[in-house]
Structure formats: structure tokens, C-alpha cells
């Protein structure tokens, strides 16, 4: 579909106007939204995944294109009726306790919602509790732990530890740039990834979905 060619062209040039343009154009030649978003928005952004994880771009670029992508969902997402995008999954995500730091946590959430998951980002500062809290009402299936700080990094162990009675329902994944694989398997974790296309690929495989 010519179409759905140039949203995907536009959406990985960043082009927040052309997707727009080229999401309402699909949506007058009668393609559904729910396909419009998959074949088209969710597609290009995967593939920006794969540029960034291979160093053919950088962080800029990939925000330019996740802000082309909102452009997109902005127009499509009122008219899905009921799920008809494919559902991955419900990631709850948040940077933990102490730390401020949220550029590199809003690239993993753009590259999640990118990838057709729907994520619910508490911010920053986020207390065991309330990651516990949002990971029992939004019945998530991923809990994604971000901190830059290594003081920060031991509050992940404790909520790692709280969310124990729930780990047959939900699996945890961590990140940020002191978090190392090996802590993360020190603190029982189930996942790390070192950047936010990986997070995508190491999500899939946890729950695994394609
Ligand atoms: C920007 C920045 C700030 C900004 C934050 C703005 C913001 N809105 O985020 C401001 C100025 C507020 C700040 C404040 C501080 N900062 Co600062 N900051 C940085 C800096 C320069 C860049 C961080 C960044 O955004 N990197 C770019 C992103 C894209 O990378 P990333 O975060 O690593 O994320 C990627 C991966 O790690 C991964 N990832 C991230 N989260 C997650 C989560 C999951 C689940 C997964 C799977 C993956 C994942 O994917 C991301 C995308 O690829 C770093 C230096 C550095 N080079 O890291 C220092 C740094 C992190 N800061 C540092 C410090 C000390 C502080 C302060 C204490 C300074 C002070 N004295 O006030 C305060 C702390 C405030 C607080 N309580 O949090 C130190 C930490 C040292 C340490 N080892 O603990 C650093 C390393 C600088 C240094 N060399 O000293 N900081």
C-alpha cells in the first residue's frame, strides 16, 4: 500500500506533519486504524529500533520519530473500536525512588508504545508502593525499574523483593546506565537491557510475544 509507505517514510524522517497528513489520507482511502497503526506507525518505529541498536542513528533522531509517531496515534487512537491493535502487553515503568532522571526511561516508553505495548509511566521518583500499586491495578504482565544513580540502583532490589507475591503474574526488567546484567541478576530481576530497542527485544522474549 502506497500509503502506508509514506507514513512509515515520514514517521522515520520525523516528519510529525507528513504522518498526520499521511495517517488522515489512509484513513479517507478506507484503511481500518487499527491496521493504519500496526502496518504503518509500529512497523517504522521497529525499524528506528534496529537503527538505534545498530548505532545507524542516534538518541535525537529516535525521539524526532517517536514524536512523529504520537503525531500518528494522536489522530488514529479516537477512532480504534476496542482493541483491534494488537495488545503485547501492559508495562508499568517508572525511574525508582531518589532519582530524577527520566530521559532514558521516556525512550524505553516510546519504543515500548512503539512496539504495540501499552505502557503506564509513573515518572520519576517512584516509590515501591506505588509500583507495586500500579502493577496489581493495571494487571501489568512487565515492570519496567529505571535508576542513574548508584545510590539509587539498591532501591530496585527492594521493590524487586515487594513485588514477589506477584512475580507468577508479572515479570521485571531493569535498566539505566550504571545497571549491569549481573546486578540485575543479583537482585532477581528477570531482565536487563542496556537501551531502549533492546528493552523491547528482551520484553517480547520474557513474555513471550512476537
Ligand atoms: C541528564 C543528566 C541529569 C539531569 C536529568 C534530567 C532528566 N530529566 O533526566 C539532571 C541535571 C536533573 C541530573 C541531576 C543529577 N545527576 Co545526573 N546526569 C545526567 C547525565 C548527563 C545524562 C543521563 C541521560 O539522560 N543519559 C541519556 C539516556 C538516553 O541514557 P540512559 O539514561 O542511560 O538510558 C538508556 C539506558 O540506560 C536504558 N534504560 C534507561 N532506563 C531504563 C529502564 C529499563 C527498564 C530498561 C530496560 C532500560 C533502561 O535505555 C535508555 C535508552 O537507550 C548523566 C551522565 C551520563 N553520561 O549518564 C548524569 C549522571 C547520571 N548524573 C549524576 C549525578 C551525580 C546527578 C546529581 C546527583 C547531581 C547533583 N549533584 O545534583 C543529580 C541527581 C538528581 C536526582 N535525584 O536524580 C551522575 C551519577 C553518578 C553515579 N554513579 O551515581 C552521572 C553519571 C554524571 C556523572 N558522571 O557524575 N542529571
Same mark, same amino acid.
Given at each position: 500500500m502506497q500509503i502506508?509507505?509514506?507514513?512509515?517514510?515520514?514517521?522515520?524522517?520525523?516528519?510529525?506533519?507528513?504522518?498526520?497528513?499521511?495517517?488522515?489520507?489512509?484513513?479517507?482511502?478506507?484503511?481500518?486504524?487499527?491496521d493504519i497503526i500496526n502496518d504503518g506507525l509500529i512497523a517504522a518505529m521497529s525499524v528506528i529500533g534496529v537503527q538505534f541498536k545498530n548505532n545507524e542513528i542516534y538518541m535525537p533522531e529516535v525521539l524526532v520519530a517517536a514524536r512523529a509517531m504520537h503525531a500518528g496515534m494522536d489522530v488514529l487512537k479516537p477512532l480504534l473500536a476496542g482493541d483491534a491493535v494488537q495488545d503485547r502487553g501492559t508495562m508499568v515503568i517508572g525511574t525508582v525512588k531518589g532519582d530524577l532522571h527520566d530521559i532514558g526511561k521516556n525512550l524505553v516508553v516510546m519504543m515500548m508504545e512503539g512496539a504495540g505495548f501499552k505502557v503506564v509511566d509513573l @515518572?520519576? +521518583?517512584?516509590?515501591?508502593?506505588?509500583?507495586?500499586? $500500579? %502493577?496489581t491495578g493495571h494487571k501489568a504482565q512487565i515492570v519496567g525499574l529505571s535508576a542513574l544513580l548508584t545510590?539509587?540502583?539498591?532501591?530496585?532490589?527492594?521493590?524487586?523483593?515487594?513485588?514477589?507475591?506477584?512475580?507468577?503474574?508479572?515479570?521485571?526488567?531493569?535498566?539505566?546506565?550504571?545497571?549491569?546484567?549481573?546486578?540485575?541478576?543479583?537482585? @532477581?530481576? +528477570?531482565?536487563?537491557?542496556?537501551?531502549?530497542?533492546? $528493552? %523491547?527485544?528482551?520484553?517480547?522474549?520474557?513474555?513471550?510475544?512476537?
Open positions: 502506508i509507505e509514506e507514513i512509515k517514510t515520514a514517521l522515520m524522517a520525523g516528519n510529525m506533519n507528513k504522518v498526520k497528513e499521511g495517517a488522515n489520507k489512509a484513513l479517507e482511502e478506507g484503511l481500518a486504524p487499527a @515518572g520519576v +521518583d517512584v516509590t515501591t508502593e506505588k509500583f507495586v500499586q $500500579a %502493577v545510590s539509587t540502583m539498591a532501591q530496585m532490589k527492594g521493590t524487586v523483593q515487594a513485588l514477589e507475591p506477584y512475580r507468577g503474574q508479572v515479570k521485571v526488567i531493569v535498566g539505566g546506565a550504571p545497571v549491569t546484567r549481573k546486578f540485575a541478576d543479583e537482585i @532477581g530481576a +528477570d531482565g536487563y537491557a542496556p537501551d531502549a530497542a533492546s $528493552a %523491547v527485544d528482551r520484553v517480547r522474549e520474557l513474555l513471550g510475544v512476537a
